[in-house]
């Protein structure tokens, strides 16, 4: 960055009268990148998201002047990537139930159903061949489609329209105060070893060294500790904490692990052979490696009864939790899975047989599932899910199954979180 010539101070040699504003100068050169950048921000918080912002700029494209026209051309090819774009290779942007389709072609463009039926014709935004299509559709809704040019068609793909309204306890609150996050990697692991994996510790509000708290365990942890992500534990976390609706907690947010050569943002290779496994190896690897390091790197204390540790997981993170408690109810005595894959990916059907026979353990149990929930060879989730709420009935067990229309993933969840937290820990002060 360039320091304006009346910033400079030659041979590093300040005279006494330039001192001052010669460092005043240099702190505002210094900082105003930084007021630029976040004035951005806030330009960008204060404009819609994309779907709903162009369908609203279509409704007055014929009034738009060029410049306006430009700018949402720009805002188009930035959101989705030009070689995207060129390559017919942009995936569509769903906001809440608005979809949005972006091609670029030279001919005239529509978006039809898998089986022909026409959904709507493309809009031309620029002379390069920018098009777009912005539709509202019905909550729910898994949707098959082509873009076709010229009637030949050009990318192929779904959409699934799933929109939850997030609740009040899964909003930052400005007067509840926040916990803090602190990651690290973990690359030493014996019982998975040749992986590494990144792990974020949460300490509730106003945490003091050797203060006694509950644990919570969470798969997938990176996605789920974020603020202002899907599921928004933390935030949760605040607020319950705060409304003392459960107890104060320490949160061990844990991502699957990846090969060395892997990035950070890549899929884990080692995630289905961790989590879907039957067997106490994940959580040997918990109570040997994760939580030791946890209590080496932060002054933390966990209460030491069963009843206040829990763990928590979606898909295979949810057959993962429930595979741990199952092995050892002398630690983990609570279990939350949404949409948990027990199903035949290795050998996790079992489960209901085995709920029915093995003598009833102390464990509470949490499932949620969707009505739109995967159906594949390796099985039916929502039947699966239904498998295993029946065992856990026919034996007894304290559980509790929740039932909304998503489909595969975290939406669903997200909107019944702080409830399915408030029952699972009712019992804990």
């Known amino acids: 960055m360039a320091i304006p ?21 240099l702190l505002l050169c210094l900082l105003a990148p930084l007021t630029l950048i976040a004035q951005e921000r806030k330009n960008n918080a204060q404009m819609p998201s994309l779907p709903r912002h162009v369908a609203t700029a279509l409704e007055r494209l014929p009034k738009m002047s060029a410049p306006e026209r430009e700018k949402l051309h720009q805002q188009i090819v930035r959101a989705f990537g030009l070689k995207n774009l060129a390559q017919g290779r942009a995936a569509p942007k769903i906001e809440q139930t608005t979809v949005l389709w972006a091609v670029m072609d030279p001919k005239p463009a529509q978006i039809v159903q898998e089986d022909g039926t026409l959904i709507g014709d493309m809009t031309a935004l620029g002379a390069d061949g920018l098009q777009v299509f912005v ?10 489609y082509r873009v076709e040019c010229g009637g030949m068609p050009r990318m192929a793909g779904s959409v699934q329209v799933e929109h939850f309204e997030p609740t009040p306890e899964s909003l930052a609150q400005a007067d509840v105060p926040q916990g803090t996050l602190q990651t690290f990697e973990w690359t030493q692991s014996k019982v998975f070893p040749d992986t590494l994996r990144t792990v ?24 789920h500790a974020e603020r202002t992500g899907g599921m928004r534990v933390p935030v949760v976390f605040d607020n319950l904490i705060h409304q003392k609706a459960i107890p104060r907690m320490v949160g061990i947010f844990i991502d699957p692990g990846r090969r060395p050569k892997q990035k950070p943002g890549d899929k884990a290779a080692n995630r289905s052979f961790e989590y879907d496994s039957l067997g106490d190896a994940y959580v040997r690897f918990l109570l040997t490696e994760i939580i030791p390091e946890v209590e080496k790197r932060h002054p933390v204390k966990f209460r030491p009864q069963p009843e206040a540790w829990g763990i928590a997981g ?3 993170g949810g057959i993962c939790a429930f595979t741990a408690a199952w092995e050892r109810p002398d630690k ?26 093995a003598e009833r353990k102390p464990l509470r149990i949490y499932l949620q599932d969707g009505t739109n929930d995967l159906d594949n060879p390796f099985g039916n989730w929502p039947l699966a899910n239904k498998q295993m709420a029946a065992a856990l009935k026919f ?3 304290d559980f509790r199954i929740d039932w909304n229309a998503g489909f595969h993933g975290s939406k669903g969840m997200a909107p019944l979180l702080p409830e ?9 002060k």
């Open 5 to 25: 010539a009346k910033c400079l101070v030659m041979r590093g040699v300040i005279h006494p009268p330039m001192r001052l504003n010669s460092l005043l100068c």
């Open 135 to 144: 539709k509202d559709l019905p909550n729910f809704t898994e949707l098959r």
């Open 200 to 223: 974020t510790v949460y300490l509730p509000p106003n945490h003091t060294p050797g203060e006694e708290t509950c644990l919570m365990i969470w798969q997938d942890g990176t996605r």
């Open 314 to 316: 979606g898909s295979s």
């Open 332 to 357: 983990f005595r609570k279990v939350l899975s949404w949409v948990g894959s027990f199903v035949d990916l290795r050998g996790g059907h079992a489960y209901p047989s085995m709920v029915r026979l």
């Open 395 to 397: 034996m007894n067990y």
């Open 420 to 428: 399915a937290l408030r029952w699972l820990w009712r019992d804990v």
